[in-house]
């Protein structure tokens, strides 16, 4: 279906213009549409789906995701604040922290992507939903997108439609072919659904559990409507059978399914990114591989990567060379802040997942003796650390709990 608010009269016959087109919106790129819109860019978002729509996810929104929000969104949406952690090894042994302070906010993707989604429509953004079929075409210097009858031509497409992405799949397929041959590429899976659970934990608590699931974890993040959001994710190599090993997670917490049965989704695997390849594209969220390695988070790096190829187009738009090369120049921008900021970071987390998932009894005994450890754990949630800090804040207590202090005469500590 096409909004109401824009293309209505546009001729089938007649191809429109825009700066940029935005495939897919989602977090990504409903946050990347309205701050295009805001910065005077002319921009079109096109999604397959019709909204509200329904989403396999688990819907923590981490602390840090909140900075690069609209102004007040959570405060219209029903969200259950997190502040603990409650830390289980296959099923049994326990730990519990309460950090004091919000570490994450639990909603429903179907309600908070269409309040992204409204925000955009309220800027002014020209919408398409419904939108079934759309094949991609790179045509000299733009881009060319038929859907249906209908045409539209773009400078810059910014493809925020996912770890299958369409985009991806018309304009690159050679990136698609190398992840699926690849298989230090291919994708992680998860499997996800609502439950009930039998014996509620604390809501301001999330629960994590190591050892259950080979090479990954188990979560249930609690909902304001008393559901329950369950999944389980493997990361050092893809689950074979995800929903089995679901299943075994429900029955560990004594959880009922929701009537809205089970979700398998794949998780982009950071490592098969392919960024640059063409020119003018960027490729943001899950169709750029940006979901955390380490504990599969994906909505707050779909907001930034929205956020950072929009400022990146209208930074390079308004510079004063201006000219034919902005896609060019702006792509280029956002790669680099990609190879800065996130892949560094993004290959400390692996090794992380690495260790921690591979030896999960080993990190579930260092954090009962240390129960600092899990407030560095935390401390990623509220992006007051990144994975290389994190890491070397494990490297620097283990050596102090192994090695002898010296203190000179005076008591200080050397």
């Known amino acids: 279906m096409i909004e109401t ?37 002319a921009a079109l978002g096109v999604d397959r789906a019709d909204f509200p729509r329904e989403k396999p996810c688990g819907g923590g929104l981490s602390a840090r995701t909140l900075p690069y929000l609209p102004s007040n969104l959570l405060d219209e949406l ?56 759309i094949q991609l075409f790179r045509r000299e210097h733009r881009f060319e997108a038929k859907m ?22 018309d304009l690159d397929p050679a990136s698609m072919t190398e992840a699926r041959d690849n298989p230090l590429l291919r994708p992680w899976t998860s499997a996800e659904g609502w439950a009930s659970l039998r014996d509620p934990i604390d809501a301001r608590y999330v629960a994590i559990d190591l050892g259950l699931v080979a090479g990954g974890y188990a979560w249930s993040f609690p909902k304001k409507d008393s ?38 989704w794949p998780l982009p695997n950071f490592r098969s990114a392919r960024h640059g390849r063409i020119p003018g594209l960027f490729l943001v969220g899950d169709a750029g591989g940006i979901v955390d390695p380490f504990l599969g988070e994906g909505i707050y790096y779909a907001v930034l990567s929205g956020t950072k190829a929009a400022e990146a187009y209208i930074r390079n738009r308004t510079a004063p060379e201006g000219g034919p090369d902005v896609t060019l120049r702006s792509a280029r921008d956002y ?80």
């Open 148 to 169: 249906g009858e209908k045409t539209v031509l773009a400078r810059a497409v910014i493809a925020a439609d996912g770890a299958t992405s369409k985009v991806l799949r």
């Open 335 to 414: 790669v680099r802040w990609l190879d800065r900021e996130i892949w560094p970071d993004f290959r400390q987390g692996s090794r992380l997942a690495s260790t921690i998932y591979r030896f999960p009894g080993f990190f579930f005994a260092l954090t009962g003796r240390y129960p600092k450890l899990l407030e560095l754990y935390a401390s990623i949630l509220t992006g007051d650390r990144d994975y290389r800090s994190f890491s070397r804040d494990i490297i620097l207590r283990a050596l102090g709990k192994l090695l002898p202090i010296r203190r000179p005469a005076d008591g200080r500590l050397l």
């Open 78 to 133: 029903p969200h259950q604040t997190t502040q603990g952690i409650r830390l289980t090894l296959r099923g049994t042994r326990e730990q519990r922290q309460d950090f004091g302070r919000p570490i994450a906010y639990q909603v429903r993707r179907d309600q908070f992507d269409l309040a992204l989604l409204n925000r955009a429509r309220g800027s002014g953004a020209q919408i398409m939903t419904g939108v079934r079929n």
């Open 227 to 264: 559901l329950s959001g369950l999944g389980v994710a493997g990361f050092l190599k893809p689950l074979v059978d995800p929903r089995s090993v679901f299943a075994r997670y429900l029955e560990s917490s004594q959880a009922d399914l929701d009537g809205g049965g089970v979700f398998t």
């Open 5 to 41: 608010s824009e293309i209505t009269g546009q001729k089938a016959s007649r191809p429109l213009e825009v700066e940029v087109l935005v495939v897919g919106l989602g977090p990504a790129g409903s946050t990347a549409l309205r701050l295009l819109v805001e910065g005077g860019v």
